[in-house]
T-cell receptor, first 113, second 109 residues
C-alpha cells in the first residue's frame, strides 16, 4: 500500500513565524501535491510538483512556497505565517502509471495564533 | 470558473435506509469525475473515477453514476461503518481537480 506521511498531526504557531510542513511518500510517485481544506470550501490546491526540483502553482499559492529536493519528499513553507493560514493541510501523491488515484496523507491541522 | 457543488451538506440515515448523494459540476474540459471518502482525522481515500455520461461503478454498498451535469453516489442498505464525508471532484486531470465541499454522512445503528 502507498503510504503518504505528514510529519505533524497538529501544529500551533505564532503570527510571523516561518513554518515547515513535511510530507514523505514511499512509492516512488512522480507527482506530489499540497492542498488546504477549509470547512465549506473543499480542498484547494496550493502547489504541486511533477519531478524533483520542479513545481507549479496551484489555485492559491500566495503566502506559500514549496521545496522538492528528493523524489519522496515535498515540503510546504509558510514564510511568515498569518492567522488566515489556519487550516488543515493535506499532502498527496500520484503516479503516471495510475493517473486516477491521488493518495493522501492524514493531514496537518495548523493553527496560527 | 469550474465549480463542483455537493448536496446535501449533511445526511443522517438509519442503518439499512438507502439514499443518494448528489454532485453537480460545471467543469470545462472534464475528463474525469472522482469520488473520495474521508474519515475523521484522515485524508481522503479514492473510491471511483467516472469518465463518460452513463457510466456506473460499484463497490460494496456504493454505486456511482454520471450524467452530463451530475454524479450520484447511491448507498444501498448502509451500515454505521459507511459514516464518513464523501467528496467529489472533477477536472481534466488529477493536477486540475476542483473539489466539492463534501457530504457528511452519518449512519445510525
Amino acid at each position: 500500500d502507498v503510504k503518504v506521511t505528514q510529519s505533524s498531526r497538529y501544529l500551533v504557531k505564532r503570527t510571523g513565524e516561518k513554518v515547515f510542513l513535511e510530507c514523505v511518500q514511499d512509492m516512488d510517485h512522480e507527482n506530489m501535491f499540497w492542498y488546504r481544506q477549509d470547512p465549506g470550501l473543499g480542498l484547494r490546491l496550493i502547489y504541486f510538483s511533477y519531478d524533483v526540483k520542479m513545481k507549479e502553482k496551484g489555485d492559491i499559492p500566495e503566502g506559500y512556497s514549496v521545496s522538492r529536493e528528493k523524489k519522496e519528499r515535498f515540503s510546504l513553507i509558510l514564510e511568515s505565517a498569518s492567522t488566515n493560514q489556519t487550516s488543515m493541510y493535506l499532502c498527496a501523491s500520484l503516479t503516471h502509471r495510475d493517473r486516477e488515484k491521488l493518495f493522501f496523507g492524514s493531514g496537518t491541522q495548523l493553527s496560527v495564533l | 470558473e469550474d465549480q463542483v457543488t455537493q448536496s446535501p451538506e449533511a445526511l443522517r440515515l438509519q442503518e439499512g435506509e438507502s439514499s443518494s448523494l448528489n454532485c453537480s459540476y460545471t467543469v470545462s474540459g472534464l475528463r474525469g469525475l472522482f469520488w473520495y471518502r474521508q474519515d475523521p482525522g484522515k485524508g481522503p481515500e479514492f473510491l471511483f473515477t467516472l469518465y463518460s455520461a452513463g457510466e456506473e461503478k460499484e463497490k460494496e454498498r456504493l454505486k456511482a453514476t454520471l450524467t452530463k451535469k451530475e454524479s450520484f453516489l447511491h448507498i444501498t442498505a448502509p451500515k454505521p461503518e459507511d459514516s464518513a464525508t464523501y467528496l467529489c471532484a472533477g477536472g481534466g486531470s488529477a493536477r486540475q481537480l476542483t473539489f466539492g465541499s463534501g457530504t457528511q454522512l452519518t449512519v445510525l445503528p
